[in-house]
């Protein structure tokens, strides 16, 4: 019995701690998908700037325990009901496509390296990937079941920089309702102290993305968020 419960407690360790972070700290921009038969590169517009648009991103979601991606410019693909293992290796239940507005990195990439047999509905799993760091920059590389490689990269930021630019509070000051938005990360606590440290709020949950501060007497608070990729600080002004 005492094995059993080692066995089931291991298992339980291995599918918490098996999605790498890093998955969904980025907007990973698609560099390039190399098959056995052609390499892939998108050739993307620029604006009068000479910035690119319409780029085509793959961007990784934790929805509360359940995993998915989406890719695209105009998130024309949507893999849903991601398993991952510990070996930094996910399977894809099942994709959504919806090719209205896509793009061709989009069509290529469910023609070719998604789907084994598109028309069969067969993916292409498993799929690995790997990280790897160069001067500022990071890159993605996932390798299907053929062993074809879409390769994506990101500028990096520090833990501190993407959770800045990607937790957002409002309004600024407050008076009733405090609201959260949180891109790529979620929210798993909150806690609010005055100037002289005390905490005068915490709370585990969100309901609809908003706290009610309208109990703390005016004045200036730090309210600290802690997400699954780390803390971040924020001033807050209670009128």
Request: charged letters at 15%; aromatic letters at 14%.
């Amino acid at each position: 019995m005492k094995a059993y419960f080692t066995l089931l407690l291991m298992m339980v360790i291995n599918i918490v701690f098996s999605q790498n972070p890093n998955l969904f700290s980025h907007n990973w921009k698609l560099e390039q998908i190399d098959t056995d038969n052609e390499t892939f590169t998108p050739n993307y517009p620029q604006d009068q700037n000479g910035n690119d648009i319409n780029v085509d991103f793959i961007n990784f979601n934790n929805l509360n325990g359940f995993y998915e991606f989406s890719f695209g410019a105009f998130n024309s693909i949507l893999a849903e009901d991601l398993t991952f293992s510990s070996t930094n290796t996910f399977t894809i239940s099942f994709i959504t496509l919806t090719f209205g507005n896509a793009s061709e990195a989009s069509l290529f990439m469910a023609d070719n390296f998604l789907y084994s047999d598109q028309q069969n509905d067969v993916i292409n799993n498993p799929f690995t990937y790997t990280f790897t760091t160069l001067n500022n920059t990071i890159y993605l590389d996932i390798t299907n079941g053929e062993g074809s490689v879409a390769t994506f990269y990101d500028n990096l930021l520090s833990q501190e920089e993407f959770l800045r630019q990607n937790v957002k509070i409002y309004p600024n000051p407050v008076v009733n309702n405090l609201f959260f938005e949180s891109n790529q990360t979620n929210i798993q606590e909150l806690l609010i102290y005055d100037l002289s440290g005390r905490i005068v709020l915490k709370q585990d949950s969100l309901e609809n993305n908003q706290l009610n501060v309208s109990n703390l007497r005016q004045g200036i608070y730090i309210v600290t968020i802690k997400t699954s990729n780390g803390s971040v600080n924020k001033k807050i002004i209670k009128q």
